[in-house]
C-alpha cells in the first residue's frame, strides 16, 4: 500500500519552469520505481518522465528531453520533476505513480500506485 500526494503544479507563462514534487508514504521510498505522466481530458495518458529506485538511470518522452529533469531524494521519500522551458502544449494533468515490479517504466499499466494529479497550466 502506497500512498503518493503531488504538490508543485500551478499558472506558468510559457518559457517558465516549475517543480512538481510526489510525496510517498506507506511503503520504503527506495524499493519503488516512479515515473510522471500526463493527461489532457479526451486524450490518452501518456509517458513524461521515469526513475529508478537508485536514482542511477532515468527515461524521458523525446518532446520533453532537454526540458525536463526526473529526480529523487530517498530520504525525503519524495520525487521531483524539474521543468524548464514551458510551452502552452505541456499544460495537462500531472500524475506521480509508483512500482515496485515494473517492466517497462514507460508503461502507465505496469504503474500500481497513483497519485491523485495536479494540474500544470502553461500560458502563451
Known amino acids: 500500500q502506497v500512498q503518493l500526494v503531488e504538490s508543485g503544479g500551478g499558472l506558468v507563462q510559457a518559457g517558465g519552469s516549475l517543480r512538481l514534487s510526489c510525496a510517498a508514504s506507506?511503503?520504503?521510498?527506495?524499493?519503488?520505481?516512479m515515473g510522471w505522466f500526463r493527461q489532457v481530458p479526451g486524450k490518452e495518458r501518456e509517458f513524461v518522465a521515469a526513475?529508478?529506485?537508485?536514482?542511477?538511470?532515468?527515461y524521458y518522452k523525446d518532446s520533453v528531453k532537454g526540458r525536463c529533469t526526473i529526480s529523487r531524494d530517498n530520504a525525503k521519500n519524495t520525487v521531483y520533476l524539474q521543468m524548464s522551458s514551458l510551452k502552452p502544449e505541456d499544460t495537462a494533468v500531472y500524475y506521480c505513480?509508483?512500482?515496485?515490479?515494473?517492466?517497462?517504466?514507460?508503461?502507465?499499466?505496469?504503474?500500481?500506485?497513483w497519485g491523485q494529479g495536479t494540474q500544470v497550466t502553461v500560458s502563451s
Open positions: 526513475i529508478s529506485r537508485s536514482g542511477g538511470s532515468t
Open positions: 506507506g511503503r520504503t521510498f527506495s524499493s519503488l520505481s
Open positions: 505513480a509508483a512500482t515496485q515490479f515494473a517492466v517497462f517504466l514507460t508503461r502507465q499499466t505496469d504503474y500500481g500506485y
